[in-house]
């Protein structure tokens, strides 16, 4: 069987009658399945196609479900993948009533109940289901994306917002052994796939951002030879520790986010502009009727600038260089 084959064509996959060494394989939606070693050391859930048109992670996930699948590779991790959006990924659209990484720990009120509300729901359960059932053991959660645009740093990390916890400095340097070259470190909470896990599931969720979003089979530029080999090690059971590793990425906070309120939003950036593109102090970056958005912070740089969002919604984010 070829598992992405088949969920691309809507098929319901045949699976290997069983699975080597004693692994239990449990499939807990379209798209969702565990396969659970007898004794795990610990617990990874890699998650991707949560837009259904970032085809380089989704193509990444399931070259290595498969090699499980397969037999090829031998977790000693508990495992869960999530194929976020399989509708989405059979049109190669980013999504298609709504944005499901905007519609994750929001009430119903707020999100209504269409096909991505409920697809979101049907993803928060199978992640906490997973991870509830891991007691102590560590969680790790990397949600794969890659961006409409390109971008002055070509993978980045977003960290969700901790809370009350400190920022995990050994994460941080994981994320770098990942080929992340910058961390985007969050101050407040979000509608993402990786602060729900973090919040809600104990996990160490991640969102990664690993170049430009293009369709399948033309991700030849698209470099995720690092992630790859710190996944299989994850996969394989290897927890390493990246505190103290040389490679360490940049680090940026948000400084202000930019938000859309009104039709009469003017965005003064080229469509072509790239993530993490430097502003300078002074810069008129947005007007919306009487408001206007001018750029203060030194070492200012826009991310996932966005004219097009429903009024009420974040059109970008200002970042600026920041220290743990
Ligand atoms: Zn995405």
């Given at each position: 069987m070829n598992y992405l084959e088949q969920l691309l064509h809507a098929q319901s996959p045949d699976w290997p009658a069983g699975l080597p060494g004693g692994l239990r394989l449990s499939v807990l939606g379209e798209g969702l399945l565990a396969i659970e070693p007898a004794a795990p050391v610990f617990d990874l859930f890699i998650s991707c196609g949560?837009?259904?048109?970032?085809?380089a992670p989704i193509e990444l996930a399931a070259s290595l479900l498969q090699e499980v699948l397969d037999g090829q590779l031998l977790p000693r991790a508990r495992l869960l993948f999530a194929f976020g959006n399989p509708e989405a990924m059979r049109r190669n659209?980013?999504?298609?009533?709504?944005?499901?990484?905007?519609?994750?720990?929001?009430?119903r009120e707020q999100t209504g109940d269409g096909p991505a509300a409920q697809r979101a729901r049907e993803l928060e359960q199978a992640a906490c289901a997973f991870f509830a059932a891991s007691g102590s053991r560590w969680k790790l959660h990397y949600d794969l994306h890659t961006a409409i645009r390109g971008s002055k740093i070509e993978q980045f990390a977003i960290y969700p917002f901790p809370h009350e916890q400190a920022f995990d400095a050994g994460e941080i340097g994981r994320l770098a052994a990942c080929g992340i070259e910058a961390v985007l470190l969050q101050s407040k909470a979000s509608p993402t796939f990786s602060y729900y896990t973090r919040r809600h599931c104990g996990a160490h969720g991640f969102t990664l951002e690993l170049g430009k979003a293009r369709p399948f089979?033309?991700?030849?530029?698209?470099?995720l030879d690092k992630l790859e080999a710190e996944l299989r090690r994850l996969i394989a059971g290897e927890q390493r520790d990246y505190?103290?590793?040389a490679a360490q990425p940049t680090l940026f906070k948000v400084a202000r986010e930019l938000v859309k309120?009104?039709?009469a939003f003017v965005l003064?950036?080229?469509?072509a502009v790239e993530n993490f593109t430097e502003l300078a102090a002074g810069y008129l970056l947005a007007e919306d009727g009487a408001q206007r958005f001018v750029v203060e912070e030194p070492g200012a740089r826009i991310v996932?600038?966005?004219?097009?969002?429903?009024?009420?919604?974040?059109?970008?984010l200002l970042v600026v260089p920041t220290t743990l």
């Open positions: 949560i837009h259904g048109n970032e085809t659209e980013r999504y298609l009533d709504d944005d499901l990484n905007r519609l994750f720990g929001k009430p089979g033309q991700n030849q530029e698209v470099r505190r103290a590793s309120h009104s039709d003064h950036l080229d469509d996932f600038p966005n004219r097009k969002v429903k009024n009420g919604l974040r059109a970008g």
